[in-house]
């Protein structure tokens, strides 16, 4: 008989469990230290973790510059350019076409830190963009593919999409702050809160813990062994004559 494969180690999803059990049973979560960065008053960093960052856009309009005039005195030979030259004019019509189609586009690594008032993403060429949740008009969880993607409204700019393991974490820590206690009803988000799903929506392969701190991961982890503890005393506990 051979033994149950075991999960693969995922510390952000072991986080993000933690989290909301902890949130679900009132426990304020550790203050996320987070230096050299200003924030407005009463902001409280909740964490910080690395992503996959996209934005969903259309490509530049290429510059086909003027078409040369067809200059031939040969009948034939005119014939036969003005067909190559429909030819590549359909070509770079289809590729003008697929390039006017939005696409993820800008794809990179990035750090992101999530507060209690934003998203904040780093520049490539140094300092962060603000995603404030005020000013959000979509914001779509997928836990399984651990994606978050944000749409902004009067297209204040282009959607945002935010890929890894660490995207539980700060899928979990916006809806918080967008939805109020109304994240604990969002089935979007009820894996998080559900030990057997907690388990089989776990990434097939070994998650980095990227910036996740000792102390947060420590947090997390000590609310969901209590969670747990007090399931299994409830579930061996005998129901008989017990109003359920």
Same mark, same amino acid.
């Given at each position: ?16 469990? +933690? ?27 909740? /964490? ?26 040969? %009948? /034939? ?40 008032? &934003? ?7 140094? +300092? ?5 949740? @005020?000013?959000? $008009? ?22 945002? &999409?935010?890929?890894? %393991?660490?995207?539980?974490?700060? $899928?979990?820590?916006? $809806? ?25 929506? &776990? @990434? ?15 947090? $997390? ?15 061996? @506990?005998? /129901?008989? +004559?017990?109003?359920?």
């Amino acid at each position: 008989m051979t033994a149950p494969r075991a999960a693969p180690h995922d510390p952000w999803w072991d986080y993000a469990h +933690g989290c909301a059990t902890a949130l679900t049973q009132g426990h304020e979560p550790p203050a996320h230290p987070v230096h050299g960065l200003i924030l407005e008053p009463g902001e409280r960093v909740r /964490t910080h973790a690395p992503a996959v960052y996209s934005r969903l856009q259309r490509g530049p309009a290429a510059d086909r510059g003027g078409r040369a005039p067809i200059m031939a005195y040969n %009948p /034939t030979l005119m014939l036969g350019t003005m067909a190559v030259q429909a030819l590549a004019d359909r070509r770079r019509n289809r590729q003008d076409a697929q390039q006017a189609q939005p696409e993820w586009r800008m794809t990179r690594p990035a750090s992101v830190i999530t507060t209690t008032e &934003r998203i904040m993403c780093n520049r490539p060429d140094g +300092g962060w963009l603000s995603f404030w949740y @005020q000013d959000l $008009a979509e914001h779509h969880i997928d836990l399984p593919r651990r994606t978050l993607v944000m749409a902004f409204h009067h297209q204040q700019c282009a959607p945002v &999409r935010l890929q890894g %393991p660490a995207t539980p974490a700060i $899928a979990l820590w916006s $809806a918080v702050q967008v939805y109020g206690d109304a994240w604990k009803t969002d089935p979007r988000l009820t894996a998080l809160l559900t030990p057997r799903a907690n388990q089989q929506q &776990r @990434q097939q392969e070994p998650a980095g813990r990227g910036g996740l701190s000792p102390e947060a991961y420590q947090w $997390a982890q000590r609310n969901a062994a209590a969670h747990r503890a007090r399931t299994e005393q409830q579930r061996t @506990q005998p /129901t008989s +004559g017990r109003e359920l």
